[in-house]
Structure formats: structure tokens, C-alpha cells
């Protein structure tokens, strides 16, 4: 499986941007997919999961309410829909994936469970 993203750059806060995560060599059915990002001088963390088999989704509590996962399966792709952006959003935004199934690799977004990971995109919030 691999992983392509797209779709990061400057934004001005309260804005929006829309990440894409594009995969080829498997159909992501069989993955639940995860999205993280990792800010100057922070460690990776989990933004939000999402398994279409389980119909399970989390959210961080810092991006709950601003950000929606979805999936296009007709493309084989994964968004990150981020809404009334912070300054604290400013990071290097990584797309995952893991074949397997169940909460455990949802609730949290546990980094250490995800194995293909996409190449990562910045996003830059400031005015």
C-alpha cells in the first residue's frame, strides 16, 4: 500500500483547507486509516481514525468539532476537511494505514499500530 498526500499550504486562521490522502496497491477497504501531524518541537499525534468496517471515528479532543474524516472509495482516497484553522494547527500532516479492524486502532489514533504511512504535507495557519 502506498500513500500520496496532497493539499496543504498557508491558510489564514478561521480558514479551511482539505487534505487528500490517495492510495494505490491495495483498496483501502481492507484499512482502517488514520491522520496525525506533528508540529515544530512536538512529538507525532493522532488527529483522527476512522475505520469503514467498524463505522468508528476519533476525533482529538483540540480538533473535535473543526475536522471531519471522510473517504471516497471510488478513489481510493481519504480527506481531512479542517475548518476554523488555529495557529495551533500549523504542522506536518501524515496520512496512515493499518489492515485491521476494531477500537483499539481507533480510539486514540495509537501511532505505533498504524504501518504505511504517506510522506507527509505541511500546513502553515497565520496571518
Known amino acids: 500500500l502506498q500513500l500520496v498526500e496532497s493539499g496543504g499550504g498557508l491558510v489564514q486562521p478561521g480558514g479551511s483547507l482539505r487534505l487528500s490522502c490517495a492510495a494505490s496497491?491495495?483498496?483501502?477497504?481492507?484499512?482502517?486509516i488514520g491522520w496525525f501531524r506533528q508540529a515544530p518541537g512536538k512529538e507525532r499525534e493522532g488527529v483522527s481514525c476512522?475505520?469503514?468496517?467498524?463505522?468508528?471515528?476519533y476525533y482529538a479532543d483540540t480538533v473535535k468539532g473543526r475536522f471531519t474524516i471522510s473517504r471516497d472509495n471510488a478513489k481510493n482516497t481519504v480527506y481531512l476537511q479542517m475548518n476554523s484553522l488555529k495557529p495551533e494547527d500549523t504542522a506536518v500532516y501524515y496520512c496512515?494505514?493499518?489492515?485491521?479492524?476494531?477500537?483499539?486502532?481507533?480510539?486514540?489514533?495509537?501511532?505505533?499500530?498504524?504501518?504505511?504511512w504517506g510522506q507527509g504535507n505541511k500546513v502553515t495557519v497565520s496571518s
Open positions: 496497491g491495495w483498496s483501502l477497504d481492507y484499512f482502517a
Open positions: 476512522h475505520s469503514e468496517r467498524d463505522q468508528l471515528t
Open positions: 496512515a494505514a493499518v489492515a485491521a479492524t476494531g477500537w483499539g486502532i481507533i480510539e486514540g489514533c495509537p501511532e505505533d499500530e498504524y504501518d504505511y
